[in-house]
């Protein structure tokens, strides 16, 4: 019934009625670009991108402001972040709850360079490493200054409706969680989101 669409897993033993699309980020030109230049200037590095724009079809209320984020290895964050900044594009490297109060209200759009958590669950499209939806809710719901538009009730309206329409495996999500350091809390949190979908 799996290899004919009828159902499909969500985790280890869990299984929905029908087939659900997979998640595929937009890649704007901009994002195109940034990445094009880190990939030239660090080739060895491992550097994925994305923008807080992709959660917009999820959320009731749409932010005014976007992020652009570059995660990469720690080894490697001081350099890019250097290099961005050399390349005048409006940068903050790993900034915390001060900072983003004090400085992110008066940018619509800026790049903010982030730690890559290791075996992080990443997608390659167009030949750029990006972000899955695993990855996504994951994110928001263990950075709460970087993604503070997505918390609260948004939060539960992003994973009902990313849950919903896109297939997500939640042995993905749970691992990357552990990563983290955060897989009891997060287990509890999409426990509580599984029961308000029934």
Request: hydrophobic letters at 40%; proline letters at 4%.
């Amino acid at each position: 019934m799996v290899q004919m669409g009828v159902i499909t897993r969500t985790g280890r033993g869990k299984l929905s009625i029908g087939t659900r699309k997979i998640f595929h980020p937009e890649i704007s030109k901009k994002l195109k670009s940034i990445y094009t230049r880190l990939r030239i200037e660090f080739p060895y590095s491992e550097i994925c991108v994305w923008n807080t724009a992709v959660f917009n079809e999820f959320m009731n209320h749409q932010p005014g402001r976007f992020f652009i984020l570059v995660e990469v290895e720690k080894e490697a964050m001081e350099a890019i972040f250097l290099f961005l900044k050399d390349k005048k594009y409006p940068v903050f490297i790993q900034p915390d709850e001060d900072l983003a109060e004090k400085y992110f209200p008066d940018q619509k759009e800026i790049v903010i360079v982030k730690p890559l958590v290791s075996e992080a669950p990443l997608q390659k499209i167009n030949e750029l490493n990006t972000v899955t939806l695993e990855k996504m809710l994951v994110d928001i719901f263990c950075d709460n200054v970087v993604f503070s538009t997505q918390q609260g009730s948004e939060m539960r309206n992003i994973f009902q409706e990313a849950i919903s329409k896109y297939e997500t495996s939640e042995n993905r999500m749970v691992r990357y969680a552990d990563r983290r350091g955060r897989k009891k809390q997060f287990l509890k949190y999409l426990n509580s989101i599984s029961k308000l979908q029934q």
